[in-house]
């Protein structure tokens, strides 16, 4: 068979099998079948998992319920007195609210792993970066009780570090995860630094010393859960303290010590000046001392009509014990050791090292900030400006808080079960078992 006739055959052969396989629709590159079988693919694996930590879920629902009733009953008069209703911080409050919850619910179904991504954690931990920068050194920046903290864009105002708070944790845990031998050299903790140093900074300059140290207790339970040494966790620490001093130095020598001595006089002598710089730490410790045993009802609180400055922010709980009395106020303080107990519960339970640090961050996170605000209301610290998880009125504080309960959520419905409590639950269906047989046995 000469070339040619070889060739032509060849030719045949390709046509066949042209014709042979079908042809590809227009429609077919605009077709919803592949990405309907990923959704169905995602609600299978859904099923699968376990259902959300229900104790964890009920405590972040009442205290956010009781955060806003009581949140409303301290600013009615502040919203009065401003020309608005009454229910004007507590209607704001509940639309970010509805927010958050809708982001707790995404959050709940979207797997935790995706935060675990470098470029998400690094992608957060940058935006977050570049919004403290444009508080300080863009016009953006808003100034409110000599703080610079807040970021104005039109009439909408939030805080940054809250962005911030949430960025350190995933940040921290993905470092953690990725490479996990890296806290076990001191040459390996430097990336770790170069991470926090500038944040810690840029939050002294606003200056923003509550969120500074909430922000360093985060990292630092964060490496110490990973398994840094004990030497040089303190040594880090030494080095924290340090740097915060020396960047407290400077703000004193640039600015004057008016602020920083204002705070300290606050606290060591709190009814020194009670018509002028301590004027907010007295009315607070009097609206304390008010509540008595079971407070004077609520809504009845006299301090909240304008002698407590920040009562619907930071000083929300001098209100609660006012009005609730002893038993409001230890109830608040145990819901929220419940909170940190059942978070520590569920990251123990966590089937991966990631989920566990990023559970424990975020309940160090609302647990320390929990203790810092109540101690500086109860003038056990000095002022330093911190809000009350769930309580305090601020919507990108709240948003942000509901989503990261929803990560938490999340990590629950992968929890776990020990091997006892694996056999505890067969023993559990065998006994369920022979019961419906017994009973089967007794009607025949």
């Not at 099998?17 to 299978?44: D, G, H």
Request: with cysteine; glycine share 8%.
């Amino acid at each position: 068979m000469d070339n040619d006739s070889i060739n032509i055959r060849i030719e045949e052969d390709e046509g066949r099998r042209k014709k042979s396989k079908p042809a590809k629709s227009r429609w077919e590159f605009f077709s919803l079948r592949k990405k309907i079988t990923k959704i169905n693919q995602w609600r299978i694996r859904d099923r699968k998992l376990g259902t959300i930590d229900l104790p964890f879920f009920f405590i972040v629902t009442i205290l956010l319920v009781m955060g806003i009733i009581m949140m409303f009953s301290a600013s009615y008069a502040w919203a009065i007195s401003e020309g608005e209703k009454g229910i004007f911080y507590a209607e704001k409050q509940m639309k970010f609210a509805l927010g958050g919850l809708l982001a707790m619910f995404i959050l709940t179904k979207v797997d935790y792993h995706l935060w675990k991504k470098k470029i998400l954690s690094v992608g957060v931990y940058a935006f977050g970066f570049l919004l403290l920068l444009m508080v300080k050194f863009t016009p953006l920046g808003r100034d409110h009780n000599d703080a610079k903290r807040w970021l104005g864009i039109g009439g909408f105002e939030f805080q940054p570090s809250e962005i911030m708070k949430f960025a350190m944790v995933i940040l921290f845990a993905t470092l953690i995860v990725n490479n996990p031998k890296s806290l076990k050299s001191k040459k390996g903790l430097v990336p770790y630094l170069l991470f926090l140093a500038p944040v810690i900074g840029l939050l002294m300059l606003q200056p923003h010393l509550s969120c500074s140290i909430l922000i360093c207790l985060i990292c630092f339970s964060l490496i110490y859960v990973g398994g840094i040494r004990h030497i040089d966790l303190a040594a880090i620490g030494a080095v924290s303290i340090a740097g915060i001093a020396a960047l407290v130095a400077w703000k004193m020598y640039v600015e004057g010590f008016t602020y920083f001595e204002n705070r300290f006089k606050s606290w060591l002598h709190p009814f020194s000046d009670p018509t002028g710089v301590t004027w907010q730490t007295d009315q607070s410790l009097v609206a304390i001392g008010s509540g008595g045993f079971f407070g004077m009802g609520l809504g009845n609180s006299r301090q909240k009509f304008r002698y407590l400055p920040e009562s619907k922010n930071d000083f929300v709980f001098s209100i609660v014990c006012e009005e609730l009395g002893y038993v409001g106020a230890v109830t608040v303080i145990l819901l929220f050791a419940f909170f940190v107990f059942r978070g520590f519960y569920i990251a123990s339970k966590s089937p991966d090292k990631f989920g566990m640090l990023v559970c424990i961050g975020i309940t160090v996170q609302v647990g320390f900030q929990a203790f810092l605000n109540i101690a500086v209301v109860s003038n056990l610290i000095p002022n330093t400006g911190i809000s009350l998880p769930f309580f305090s009125y601020g919507g990108t504080s709240l948003m942000m808080l509901l989503g990261e309960m929803g990560i938490i959520l999340n990590i629950s419905r992968h929890m776990t079960e020990t091997t006892e409590e694996a056999n505890a639950l067969k023993r559990v269906d065998n006994l369920r078992q022979a019961k419906k047989r017994t009973g089967r046995a007794v009607s025949k």
